[in-house]
């Protein structure tokens, strides 16, 4: 059935992309080739595991037909962007060339996406340990990706140095989503994030200013206060740039997330572009 699907996919993935490339193109592309590659990946992987030769080498071709697409999409300019789904894409192509060497048409080694995703999210988490799209939730969704390449790195074996790199940007990105957690350990309802309690982080109590981001964050055991004014990502999702939460002994005196374009109850839809 598996490969059923996938046949009838590819199928309509080449032809789209022999008569026009670009109807192949949206917001999330990079996501979805990302999610088509690690797809492919993990069906190989298993039926490597159980020894299934006849079935793997027919996966195998459709792999490779599917690559031959992607790479084709890859070549698009702007596609590995500083943000997150580029770093998902990112790690789908170091998955596919580490597993499967010499497979990726374009040429390009585990090493060399080794150094790409390093600096890409380099430029993404900065000197303050905040992430460009500077909300909470994607702050812990990049710690989740470092976390993943790190240990998908030592998992290999090949790269011991760049591990460490990874590990010190992850401290960093670690040390940023602390600064942010309420003192309770809730995450904040700033910019993207709509709040909620979390148990894997510690709040780090104290002051968090970074001009860069628009962020600043105070926090004491009982108090916190916070806002982001602006934003650094490559894409903006926010029409109301402004966002501010006031928490004292438990509770919310203020607070405004920020997220004009994402109620579907808003008073003032004209402010949200909707008529």
Not at 62 to 68: E, F, H, K, M
Not at 110 to 125: D, F, K, P, Q
Not at 174 to 180: F, L, N, S, T, W
Not at 200 to 208: Q, S
Request: a negative charge; one cysteine or more.
């Amino acid at each position: 059935m598996a490969e059923k699907i996938v046949r009838s996919f590819l199928y309509w993935f080449e032809e789209t992309a022999t008569d026009d490339i670009n109807k192949l193109k949206s917001g999330s592309q990079d996501h979805q080739s990302a999610l088509r590659i690690r797809t492919m990946l993990w069906i190989l992987s298993f039926l490597l595991r159980q020894e299934r030769e006849e079935e793997f080498n027919r996966f195998l071709a459709l792999y490779l037909r599917l690559v031959a697409v992607e790479n084709r999409l890859l070549n698009e300019p702007d596609l590995f962007k500083p943000n997150n789904h580029g770093i998902m894409l990112g790690i789908a192509h170091l998955h596919a060339a580490t597993l499967f060497p010499g497979l990726d048409l374009q040429e390009t080694s585990a090493l060399e996406w080794v150094n790409r995703l390093y600096s890409t999210l380099g430029e993404i988490i900065d000197e303050d340990g905040i992430a460009s799209e500077n909300t909470p939730i994607y702050q812990i969704f990049y710690v989740m990706l470092l976390d993943d390449i790190v240990l998908f790195i030592k998992w290999t074996r090949k790269f011991p140095g760049q591990a460490r790199m990874f590990e010190l940007l992850l401290r960093a990105a670690q040390i940023g989503v602390r600064k942010q957690l309420l003192p309770n350990g809730a995450v904040p309802p700033l910019g993207d994030s709509p709040g909620g309690m979390q148990h894997r982080y510690k709040p780090m109590l104290g002051t968090l200013w970074s001009p860069n981001n628009g962020l600043a964050v105070i926090s004491q055991e009982e108090e916190y206060f916070s806002f982001v004014a602006g934003f650094r990502s490559v894409i903006h999702k926010q029409l109301d740039e402004l966002s501010i939460a006031w928490w004292r002994d438990g509770g919310f005196i203020f607070r405004d997330a920020g997220l004009l374009n994402y109620d579907q109850n808003d008073p003032t839809p004209s402010l949200s572009g909707c008529k």
